[in-house]
T-cell receptor, first 113, second 110 residues
């Protein structure tokens, strides 16, 4: 049974449109992360959540991005006004805080045309 | 800045042992993680070290030397299914951010 599920598995959008990616952790944890991986490149940290608040953001995570936990369980990553270079795999991960292992969700493949 | 270095590619023979090295220079440290990633899939957690020494988990072992900024992943009794990319990642001091290396693409040949 997966630790984390993500929807949708694939998303195709037009440049300039907004997309919302969803992450559903199976069990409650304090630490959650969003990452992206552009095809053929390394995994890049976007943002971390601790105890329902953003705890750290990378330089990539600019005003175009936002995260929410609207219902106390699901996480969403919103990308406003998508650009071609936003095309990537987006992974949600749970755990990874001090003393914790980290488990990645299966990812959402985003393609911006 | 944060710097995580791994070899880009390695090839090894089925049944053999392979060691994948990772060196890091980060402003803070609170653990080093190893992941396996098959093409088109999510990273899968393999092991992590926060203290110096060797951690063993079946066919996989990971070693850490914090004073040298160095870790390695040891894979024993290689199988064809071990062909994948192996990612080294450092957790920062607060535990709130991870820095990944570019990954080592391992090819296991018969």
């Amino acid at each position: 049974e997966p630790e984390v599920t993500q929807t949708p598995s694939h998303q195709v959008t037009q440049m300039g449109q907004e997309v919302i990616l969803r992450c559903v952790p199976i069990s409650n944890h304090l630490y959650f992360y969003w990452y992206r991986q552009i095809l053929g490149q390394k995994v890049e940290f976007l943002v971390s959540f601790y105890n329902n608040e953003i705890s750290e953001k990378s330089e990539i995570f600019d005003d175009q991005f936002s995260v929410e936990r609207p219902d106390g369980s699901n996480f969403t990553l919103k990308i406003r006004s998508t650009k071609l270079e936003d095309s990537a795999m987006y992974f949600c991960a749970r755990g990874g805080g001090p003393g914790e292992t980290q488990y990645f969700g299966p990812g959402t493949r985003l393609l911006v045309l | 800045g944060q710097n995580i270095d791994q070899p880009t590619e390695m090839t090894a023979t089925e049944g053999a042992i392979v060691q994948i090295n990772c060196t890091y220079q980060t402003s803070g440290f609170n653990g080093l993680f190893w992941y396996q990633q098959h093409a088109g899939e999510a990273p899968t957690f393999l092991s992590y070290n926060v203290l110096d020494g060797l951690e063993e988990k079946g066919r996989f072992s990971s070693f850490l030397s914090r004073s040298k900024g160095y870790s390695y992943l040891l894979l024993k009794e290689l199988q064809m299914k071990d062909s994948a990319s192996y990612l080294c990642a450092v957790r920062d001091r607060t535990g709130n951010q991870f820095y990944f290396g570019t990954g080592t693409s391992l090819t296991v040949i018969p």
